[in-house]
C-alpha cells in the first residue's frame, strides 16, 4: 500500500513538501520533541512517518445481552508526512487491520497485531523501495491516536479511570488531581522511558505493584517497533477529552445553574438554537435542542458540542448579567476549547492556555465546591506540555478517523460476499 500510494506523484510531492520550522513555534508534528527525538525520523533524508488509530466499535445497534456481540476493533494508518489538510480526507485514512473484539480479550493485543507489527519491522529494518524516487526508504510509527480507553488498552496502563494512578502522562494520584493545581506548577513528574521500562519489567516480576504503577503490562508495539515507544506514542484527544467529555459535563452543570437563577428559561435556550440562523459548517453541526438528563450532561455529538460553546454567547448572552461566575466558567472553558484546537501554538499562546486551564479550574471549584473533578480534566492540564511534545493537537486527534468506520464496515461486507 505505501508502494502503490507513494508512487502517486501528487501524493509523494505532498508528502515530501518541506516544513518549515520556525524556533518556539508548533506548527507540525516536525516541530514536536517526540518526533525531534525519534532517532529514524528525524534524520535529514525522507523517511516515512506513519499515523495509527484503534477504536472499538458496533456494526450494529443492538441493545440487552446482544449489545457487544458484534463489536469490532479496527486499526486505521495515515502517512503523516502529507500535511494535515489532506490527510484529513478519508481517502487517505487506510484500513489495516479489523477483527472481533471478542478476538482481541481472548488473543490479546500482541497476537491480534502480529501481521501489522510484521509490517511495521520490515518497514523500519528492510525499507521500502519507491520506483518515483528510484531508491528505497525507511520508516516506522509517529503515534497511535485513540480515545483513553483504547490508548491505555494498548498501550498497558490500567483501563479503569477510577484507580489511584490513572494517568498515562504523569504519576499524579487520583486525590492529588482534586487538590493540587499540579501541572501548571510541576507538580507532578512526567512519565518518562526509562522509568516506565523499569516498571512494566517490576510489574512482571509482581502484578501487585500495577495499582502502585498504574501499569498492567508492556505495549505490544514498543517490545516489538524499534522506534515507538508507549511513553511518547500516544497523544492525548481533543474530542474525547473536552469536546465529548468536559464541554457537556460542564454546560449541563452551568445551563441548569443559570436557569436556576432565572436568567432565562430551558424554552428560550431551545428557541435560540432553533432559530439561530446558522450558516457554512454550523448548518450540518447544528447543536440539539437541550434537556436535562440523570447522567448530568447534556445531548450532542462532539460536533454539535463545539458548535454550541462557540455560538453560546450569542445564543443566550444578552441574558446574563455582567460578572456572573457561572458565565465566566462557560465563557474560560470556550477559551480552553479555541486554544486547544488551534492548528498553530506559539510559546507565548502555551502560556496562555496554561493560564486559562488554572484559572478555569479555580473557578470552578469555588463556584462548584461540591463538583468532582472528572480524570479528563487533569488530561487538559497536560495539554501545554503535550503540545511541546506531539505539536498542534488537532493534528493528532480521532476526529475524522472516526468518520472511517462505515467504510471499514461497508469492506467487511463486501470481503464477506466475495
Not at 506548577?185 to 516480576?205: I, W
Not at 496562555?352 to 471549584?365: G, N, P, S, T, V
Amino acid at each position: 500500500m505505501l508502494q502503490k500510494l507513494l508512487n502517486n506523484t501528487d501524493i509523494l510531492d505532498k508528502a515530501m513538501s518541506e516544513k518549515v520550522h520556525v524556533p518556539q513555534e508548533y506548527r507540525s508534528y516536525v516541530d514536536g520533541q517526540c518526533f525531534n527525538e525519534n532517532s529514524l525520523l528525524a534524520r535529514d533524508e525522507f523517511t516515512i512517518a506513519l499515523g495509527l488509530y484503534i477504536d472499538d466499535f458496533e456494526v450494529a445497534n443492538p441493545l440487552g445481552t446482544s449489545k457487544l456481540k458484534h463489536k469490532m476493533c479496527a486499526i486505521y494508518w495515515v502517512i503523516a508526512n502529507i500535511p494535515a489538510k489532506y490527510r484529513s480526507t478519508l481517502n487517505s485514512i487506510q484500513l489495516a487491520l479489523l477483527c472481533n473484539t471478542s478476538t482481541v480479550k481472548e488473543c490479546g493485543y500482541a497476537k491480534v497485531l502480529q501481521p501489522l507489527i510484521y509490517d511495521l519491522k520490515s518497514l523500519e529494518q528492510n525499507d521500502v523501495y519507491l520506483e518515483q524516487l528510484g531508491e528505497s526508504v525507511k520508516g516506522t510509527v509517529l503515534y497511535d491516536a485513540a480515545d483513553n480507553l483504547g490508548a491505555h488498552s494498548l498501550a498497558g496502563f490500567l483501563e479503569s479511570f477510577t484507580v489511584d494512578k490513572f494517568c498515562r502522562f504523569c504519576s499524579a494520584s487520583s486525590i492529588d488531581t482534586q487538590h493540587q493545581d499540579g501541572v501548571c506548577s510541576g507538580f507532578f513528574k512526567l512519565r518518562d522511558k526509562d522509568s516506565h521500562d523499569k516498571q512494566v519489567q517490576e510489574v512482571r516480576e509482581d502484578q501487585a505493584l500495577s495499582q502502585t504503577y498504574g501499569v498492567k503490562r508492556a505495549c505490544p508495539l514498543t517490545e516489538n517497533v524499534e522506534h515507538f515507544h508507549a511513553i511518547t506514542g500516544y497523544p492525548p484527544d481533543i474530542l474525547h477529552d473536552i469536546l465529548e467529555g468536559i464541554v457537556p459535563t460542564e454546560l449541563s452543570l452551568c445551563l441548569k445553574d443559570l436557569i436556576d437563577k432565572g436568567y432565562f428559561t430551558l424554552e428560550m435556550l431551545n428557541q435560540a438554537i432553533r432559530y439561530f440562523n446558522y450558516t457554512f459548517t454550523d448548518k450540518t453541526d447544528q447543536p440539539q435542542e437541550k434537556g436535562f438528563s440523570a447522567k448530568r450532561t447534556i445531548a450532542g455529538n462532539a460536533h454539535e458540542n463545539w458548535c454550541l460553546i462557540r455560538l453560546l454567547p450569542f445564543l443566550i448572552g444578552h441574558c446574563v448579567p455582567e460578572g456572573d461566575n457561572t458565565w465566566e466558567i462557560v465563557m474560560l472553558l470556550k477559551d480552553v476549547v479555541e486554544l486547544a484546537v488551534a492548528p498553530r501554538h506559539t510559546e507565548e499562546t502555551l502560556h496562555f492556555l496554561d493560564c486559562k486551564i488554572a484559572e478555569h479550574r479555580q473557578l470552578l471549584l469555588s463556584t462548584f465546591p461540591d463538583f468532582r473533578l472528572r480524570p479528563k480534566h487533569h488530561f487538559v492540564e497536560h495539554y501545554p506540555q503535550l503540545v511541546r511534545k506531539f505539536g498542534p493537537l488537532s493534528d493528532v486527534w480521532t476526529m475524522r478517523f472516526e468518520g472511517r468506520h462505515k467504510n471499514s464496515l461497508m469492506n467487511l461486507i463486501v470481503s464477506l460476499q466475495g
